[in-house]
């Protein structure tokens, strides 16, 4: 069956994972709790890593909001979930191998408690090619042996829940999406992958592999070859970045970038009230202290209006 149920594979990867050592969110949190991965630049491009919960004002559409979690922690482990396209148009211009030395450029530069999996798509289906841990020569393994066959089926992929619906234990967490970004046989247009993406509450890195001779085409012919706006869309839509590599190309550099991001993440969350309408809500996240920031977040979330703070992030998992 073509068609998949409108639910994110993001937010089945996204949604919290059941309390555990080294501490993670309830599951039931992925409903009824708003996390906020954060990222502050300065006027430079520079991380700012010094922050403290206080330096930070969030609002929900025109209400400010009262934090209940703040974590910053930029040696706390991170889960990574891959999603690399394996649709027949990844075999032009060594694209599947560039993917591939992406995925294992940020799996060689692991630190204790990272943990990865692997999803494959391509024809409209996903599979789970190898679950989340901590010991990544299965990933390694499999990743090796994947070809590229079949149509790209790339909204359809976003929006499909594998059967099995596996969560990274880590609190930080990131979905690394390489494609070449064409979409010639999903059935969810844009519309509504913008609405699924509203629910996702995890940072989605895209990579887009382009043809080596792609920088010199012209406007209309780089569009036609790689859906460079279905990549940012998918990247800005949950706070994460959206990165172009070749064949050509050295892929350490975008892997080394993309972890180094995702440890910097400040970790900020609250409690919605329950009551009211439940429908997207926009979320603005600024730095109170003087100077010029940049700041990287969702772009809201789906649920009800935001409530008194609740219980502190320590609290809650523990409870």
Sequence with gaps: MKAFT?????????????????????????AEYVLLPVLVFDGKGRFVDDLEQKDFRVRVDASAVELDTFE????????FAFLLDTSGSMQLANKIEAAKNAIRSIVRARKPGDDFALFAFSEGEVRLVADFS??????????????????????????ATPSKM??????KRAIVLLTDGVDNASEIDAKKMAEILQQVSVPVYT????NGAIGRLSDKEREEQLSVDNLKMLAGSSGGKMFLLSGEDDPRPVAGEIAAEVRKQYLLGFTPSGRGD??????????????????????GYRGTAPGAAGLTGQERRSG
Excluded at 9 to 28: F, G, V
Excluded at 73 to 78: E, G
Excluded at 207 to 210: N, S
Excluded at 279 to 292: D, N
């Design 166 to 171: 596996v969560k990274g234990k880590n609190g």
């Design 278 to 299: 439940v429908k997207y809500r926009i979320v603005f996240v600024s730095v109170a202290r003087p100077g010029r920031w940049d700041v990287r977040a969702r772009r």
């Design 72 to 79: 910053r922690d930029d040696s706390a482990p991170v889960s």
């Design 207 to 210: 990579i887009g592999l382009k």
């Design 6 to 30: 409108a639910v994110a594979l993001a937010l089945a990867l996204a949604a919290p994972a059941a309390a555990q050592e080294p501490p993670a969110y309830s599951e039931s949190a992925a």
């Design 134 to 159: 901590t010991e990544p020569a299965r990933l390694l393994r499999e990743l090796y042996g994947l070809e590229a066959s079949g149509q790209t089926a790339l909204f359809d992929a976003v929006a």
